[in-house]
């Protein structure tokens, strides 16, 4: 993809109850990313090691109780002032109401500038106490421990944080990398198999971004969540994709569109949907195929690539076949009002080969719509 080798993420091992460390590049936040099995207890060592202020606002899903009991006593043994914030489950809690709830919880707290804001949860989690985190005070530490794969391979690397308006999808946020990002894979063994799924569907999406090996064991993957130390290497390699491209672009002026591969499409589908029929990666996955199909049409793509995506992602429960009472017209004006989209181009990542990214095209809309009608049949 033209990104320069020597600019990317660097990886090593640490001692073992810390697992493996991703070093992102300086250009991309320069924080490490630890990533293992059974190595939550580890993390309040790793993080008193580096923050800067002895409190933590410990900001977490209420569906991972008992992991934040994990971190908050390995944080306290490390001599760590934790303050516990639950949050309730659902897209509903990523509003600023929340937001300013949760400062001021830390303000009643007493944390101060130096102090550091823990995100434990999916990508819900790590957007609403990331953009807490990038404005309290205006700005204080943040770690990102993630728990849903999604979150893993996707939300919690790059920056990105923020809260949904009324008006829209993550309409306010900031761009805030953290100091720390902590991974533990055996967190995901609670996580239901719909969102194991919907997270895999960007893995699916770097699979096809990259090419080469990384497509060969996505498509080889045996049953999600698949062996440990293979999926520990998998959320590596998604990891290191994705810092590799933060690396080089971080606002999104160029090469971080490549990661909206499928989301053109996926977004219109959720949003003419209501984002209730289908789980982010599930309509992600029904934007691939369009995507794929775009690709094959405008850009060379071999069909067969379209055919090898479809097969994959149906054998790990994600939907190849739009459901015949989404409405075709709220998916295309949806797509006009996607904000992603720029003015009235539809800027769409496709590719000519895996591994072969073209950025900004603009195929025209009847085929768009083609492309979609045809996940009906
Ligand atoms: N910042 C970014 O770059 C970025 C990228 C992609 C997506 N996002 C955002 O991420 C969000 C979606 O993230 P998500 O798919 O992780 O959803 P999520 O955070 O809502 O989590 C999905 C579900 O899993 C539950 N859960 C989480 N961890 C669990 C565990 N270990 N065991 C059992 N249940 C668990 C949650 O309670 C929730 O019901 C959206 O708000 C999206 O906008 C952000
Ligand atoms: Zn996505």
Not at 63 to 77: H, L, Q
Not at 153 to 169: M, R
Not at 209 to 225: K, R, Y
Request: aromatic share 4%; charged share 25%; glycine share 12%.
């Amino acid at each position: 993809m033209g990104v320069a080798a020597d600019d990317g993420p660097v990886e090593h091992v640490s001692a073992v109850a810390a697992g493996r460390v991703i070093e992102a590049p300086p250009s991309a936040g320069g924080y490490p990313v630890h990533l293992g099995a059974g190595i939550l207890s580890g993390i309040g060592d790793v993080w008193s090691g580096r923050a800067r202020g002895g409190r933590v606002l410990l900001v977490h899903d209420a569906a991972v109780v008992e992991i934040a009991g994990m971190v908050e006593a390995s944080m306290v043994d490390a001599g760590l002032h934790v303050v516990r914030a639950p949050v309730p489950s659902g897209e509903s809690s990523k509003s600023l109401a929340e937001v300013e709830r949760l400062c001021r919880l830390a303000a009643d707290a007493g944390l101060r500038r130096a102090d550091s804001v823990v995100a434990l949860g999916g990508g819900m989690i790590g957007d609403l106490a990331g953009f807490v985190a990038a404005s309290y005070q205006r700005g204080i530490d943040l770690v990102h421990v993630p728990t849903t794969l999604l979150a893993m391979v996707d939300s919690a690397i790059g920056g990105k944080t923020g809260v949904n308006l009324p008006e829209g999808k993550n309409y306010v946020g900031a761009i805030w990398q953290p100091k720390l990002v902590y991974m533990d894979v055996e967190v995901l063994d609670s996580l239901p198999e719909r969102e194991l799924a919907s997270g895999f569907a960007e893995v699916i999406k770097y699979a096809f971004l990259e090419g080469g090996d990384l497509l060969e064991l996505v498509e080889s993957w045996p049953v999600l969540p698949g062996p440990r130390e293979a999926l520990i290497d998998l959320v590596a390699r998604c990891v290191e994709h994705k810092l590799r491209v933060v690396a080089v672009d971080e606002r999104e002026s160029g090469l971080r569109a490549s990661l909206n591969l499928g989301h053109t499409a996926g977004h219109g589908i959720e949003a003419a949907t209501e984002y209730e029929r289908y789980a982010h990666g599930e309509a992600i996955s029904l934007g691939l195929l369009v995507a794929l199909r775009l690709s094959a049409d405008h850009a060379g793509l071999d069909e067969a690539h379209r055919d090898r995506a479809a097969t994959v992602l149906r054998r790990h429960g994600l939907p190849d076949k739009l459901h015949p009472e989404v409405d075709l017209d709220r998916v295309m004006d949806a797509l006009g009002r996607d904000k992603k989209s720029d003015g009235t181009a539809l800027n769409m990542v496709l590719i000519s080969a895996p591994g072969e990214v073209i950025l900004g095209a603009d195929p025209p809309r009847d085929e768009v719509r083609r492309a979609i009608s045809e996940l009906r049949r």
